[in-house]
């Protein structure tokens, strides 16, 4: 068996621990392992451990890598992404400069109505042709694994379309359908809701081809009664369940996800707190999207510490969008986290690996560096965990490994 090894690591953010999403104090907690290194075989991490044990374990075949006194982490697991779609929303961007509203973009025709007609234009090769270009950007910013949603599209064809480049990336997908109300169902939200639940819904599950259902829950999109029929729909086909909640007003949407039990509730910006213990007691990993607050000029963060405090396990995500949220930099959300919501950089490293690994439901797999798990992880030019939020706007990643396989190095 062919072996791979990379030794003389200044850290080894291994994050082991318990074998589930991480509460409390515990996200603090990173499992680091200083002068250490990996082992990698078939694709999978053999050993992890201070050099001499990686050194002794070593075989004459194997390949060694010089870690140069950088920092090895697991691959960062982006856990919300909107990053298929056509054309991009820089008259929206220009618009916003000049002081217009997120709801006054809309109204004039941006927004997310402006990606779907773009999107709808596009071939399904010219959708995997730009969104191709995106998932080298992931790549270059250490990101290993990224959930995607479908809802630029918002026809039947359009969002299986969508769906069907998610899958060629090898993103977790996510059916976003109720994302908006497409032009030509307004005034007619009821008669889309129902075509999401009776046509996409059964399409989709039947041809597999998500493992989510998302609905973009707000009063002016899809209000809670409509948020409930279809994402109730979506469980009766085996899909599991996501939920854009609260991120411009508090409508309940996090109150939803509790009822349903959801994987996760996504934003949360105005989520009061005394929902954090229904949350809590339902299971719902919090994911935070710290970088749509930073583009809209907005200053309302959602409360990781008040979070955290309540003992939820927070995820944090870039929401990489053409709209509200262009970065596919977990490091630039790893230093808003750390500036603007007030988190210690080793609870966001720990929401951007192991507790977005568990809610996408691949924390056996991947956002830790154990035996046994999928070998990716990511030389970073930094010999200290915390210079990774701490210089902002830089690209980190020296290598980064998928499979044990190298798929970027930084000349």
Request: net charge negative; proline share 4%; aromatic share 6%.
């Amino acid at each position: 068996m062919r072996t791979l090894a990379v030794v003389g690591c200044s850290q080894v953010v291994t994050l082991r621990g318990p074998a589930r999403p991480r509460v409390g104090g515990e996200l603090r907690e990173l499992g680091i392992i200083d002068n250490g290194g990996i082992l990698v075989g078939e694709g999978r991490i053999a050993k992890v451990g201070v050099r001499e044990e990686i050194e002794r374990a070593i075989e004459p075949d194997t390949e060694v890598i010089d870690g140069g006194g950088r920092i090895l982490l697991p691959g960062f697991v982006d856990a919300h992404t909107h990053a298929v779609f056509a054309g991009n929303r820089v008259d929206d961007f220009a618009l916003r400069a000049g002081g217009a509203s997120y709801g006054q973009i809309a109204a004039s025709g941006g927004g997310i109505r402006s990606t779907a007609g773009k999107t709808r234009a596009a071939s399904e090769e010219e959708l995997f042709e730009a969104a191709s270009r995106y998932r080298e950007w992931f790549v270059r910013s250490g990101t290993t694994t990224v959930e995607a949603k479908s809802g630029y599209g918002l026809t039947l064809e359009d969002e299986m379309k969508m769906l069907r480049v998610i899958r060629r990336l090898g993103y977790v997908p996510t059916f976003l359908g109720a994302h908006e109300v497409p032009d030509e169902f307004r005034g007619r939200r009821g008669e889309y809701v129902r075509s999401v639940v009776n046509e996409m819904l059964p399409r989709v599950a039947s041809e597999r081809l998500a493992e989510y259902c998302d609905v973009f829950s707000e009063p002016s999109v899809f209000p809670i009664e409509d948020a409930r029929t279809i994402l109730r729909a979506a469980r009766r086909l085996g899909l599991g369940l996501r939920i854009h909640a609260d991120q411009l007003e508090g409508s309940g949407g996090a109150g939803l996800a509790a009822e349903l039990r959801a994987a996760t509730a996504d934003h949360l910006e105005h989520t009061e707190p005394g929902v954090f213990a229904a949350l809590r007691e339902a299971g719902v990993q919090p994911v935070l999207l710290p970088a749509s607050v930073y583009t809209l000029g907005s200053h309302r963060f959602a409360d990781a510490r008040a979070m955290i405090e309540a003992g939820l396990a927070v995820v944090l995500a870039t929401d990489f969008n053409p709209g509200s949220a262009p970065t596919p930099s977990i490091p630039m959300v790893l230093s808003i986290a750390c500036t603007q919501m007030k988190m210690h950089p080793s609870e966001a490293i720990s929401a951007v690996t192991v507790n977005a690994s568990w809610s996408l439901g691949r924390g056996q797999e991947a956002g830790t560096l154990e035996e046994g798990k999928v070998a990716d992880f990511v030389l970073h030019d930094c010999s200290d965990y915390r210079e990774l939020a701490y210089f902002f706007g830089v690209e980190h990643a020296h290598a980064v490994f998928a499979g044990g396989k190298l798929v970027f190095q930084r000349c």
